[in-house]
């Protein structure tokens, strides 16, 4: 039963355009969002992340958006690069002091110059 | 260190041998975390260490599995009786208290043949 879903394994979007990942989940108890973005033979790197006291968090280029009663999230960078061409991870985690995170599958993006 | 370092970057094993897997997290981190990622999938929980105990083994798949960290630092990571379904990306990951998110290693990749 996976708890945090990422239900597009990939993404091809256009250099200078939008991506749009999108994440969704069903633990109501997770209270604290990631986003991590991995490169091939390296580990996943920290990218963003959003309190659940939230609706927005912005970084530079990466915007992510919670929407709690849909129990959805979405990482938007603007504009895209080449170099954002990595797999994302969508993770969350539950109550304060927890250190647990329970990980997506993970969205291919490929930003095509 | 600067990161978290983990060797070695691979090994390829035989059906029932013993491997270890080693890491060395960022200095300072008193925070250490074992994760497992299978093909296609996101990483998974398998141990937490806050200093030199395991806070939290939940995420062990069974007893063949164990971690050590004896002097609060480096852990090791050992797998007994070595099956092809431990053919994964093993992930070690560290933080500092209040920290916003792991920092990861680069992971070993186990295959077992």
Known sequence: DQQVKQNSPSLSVQEGRISILNCDYTNSMFDYFLWYKKYPAEGPTFLISISSIKDKNEDGRFTVFLNKSAKHLSLHIVPSQPGDSAVYFCAARSGAGSYQLTFGKGTKLSVIP | ?113
């Open chain 2, 1 to 113: 260190g600067a990161g978290v370092s983990q060797t070695p970057s691979n090994k390829v094993t035989e059906k029932g041998k013993y491997v270890e897997l080693r890491c060395d997290p960022i200095s300072g981190h008193t925070a250490l975390y074992w994760y497992r990622q299978s093909l296609g999938q996101g990483p998974e929980f398998l141990i937490y260490f806050q200093g030199t105990g395991a806070a939290d083994d939940s995420g062990l798949p069974n007893d063949r599995f164990f971690a050590v960290r004896p002097e609060g630092s480096v852990s090791t990571l050992k797998i007994q009786r070595t099956e092809r379904g431990d053919s994964a990306v093993y992930l070690c990951a560290s933080s500092s208290p209040g920290g916003r998110g792991y920092t990861f290693g680069s992971g070993t990749r186990l295959t077992v043949v």
